[in-house]
């Protein structure tokens, strides 16, 4: 079936270090895939998205690449802040009629100053 | 900015209690969604809502659960005799269009059965 597996958190970083988030998927055909970002007391939000392979969705200085040779679409940052703190979630959503969503489990991730 | 809410931010409840969790969408939306999380698992899609009816739902959505929009604005979920696995934070969301666009998605609701 059609699955996403994220890396296992908390991940904590220093103010300005790198970070990546793994992010590996199963399905058939051609998903699309996005992050999506949960910052304290709000709900989830739309961070980047790609939709088709080889595609870069970037958004506030993330970035992530949709390679289908790995099944991956790993996050990454140069520099984070610890404004970045918050739970990111990768999901995909299979092509075709669908409506539905396939997220993974979230990685916490805090920033330290 | 337009915005999904959800109500109530909490709701405690005894096993075989009714629960309606309340959602908003946003005005112009069309694709209207319920996932939950159980804590330390995956996010889970339960129901996707479109046209004043159910367009997809998976497993968990059994004859436990149902969704209605009432009226123009508000999007409910049921859980009709609650059970302690229903635990969960549940989230309620929209979308524009059922393609690759954005969902838009609520605070949460955080049930907690006991």
Not at chain 1, 20 to 49: D, H, M, R
Not at chain 1, 59 to 87: C, I, M, P, W
Not at chain 1, 98 to 106: E, V
Not at chain 2, 95 to 114: H, I, K, N, P
Request: aromatic share 14%; hydrophobic share 35%.
């Amino acid at each position: 079936g059609n699955s996403v597996t994220q890396m296992e958190g908390p991940v904590t970083l220093s103010e300005e270090a790198f970070l990546t988030i793994n992010c590996t998927y199963t399905a058939t055909g051609y998903p699309s895939l996005f992050w999506y970002v949960q910052y304290p007391g709000e709900g989830l939000q739309l961070l980047l998205k790609a939709t088709k392979a080889d595609d870069k969705g970037s958004n506030k200085g993330f970035e992530a690449t949709y390679r289908k040779e790995t099944t991956s679409f790993h996050l990454e940052k140069g520099s984070v802040q610890v404004s970045d703190s918050a739970v990111y979630f990768c999901a995909l959503k299979r092509e075709g009629g669908t409506y539905k969503y396939i997220f993974g489990t979230g990685t916490r991730l805090k920033v330290l100053a | 900015e337009p915005e999904v809410t959800q109500t109530p931010s909490h709701q405690v409840t005894q096993m075989g209690q009714e629960v309606i969790l309340r959602c908003v969408p946003i005005s112009n939306h069309l694709y209207f969604y319920w996932y939950r999380q159980i804590l330390g698992q995956k996010v889970e899609f339960l129901v996707s809502f479109y046209n004043n009816e159910i367009s997809e739902k998976s497993e968990i959505f059994d004859d436990q659960f149902s969704v209605e929009r009432p009226d123009g604005s508000n999007f409910t979920l049921k859980i009709r005799s609650t059970k302690l696995e229903d635990s969960a934070m549940y989230f309620c969301a929209s979308s524009v269009d059922r393609g690759t666009g954005e969902l838009f998605f609520g605070e949460g609701s955080r049930l907690t059965v006991l």
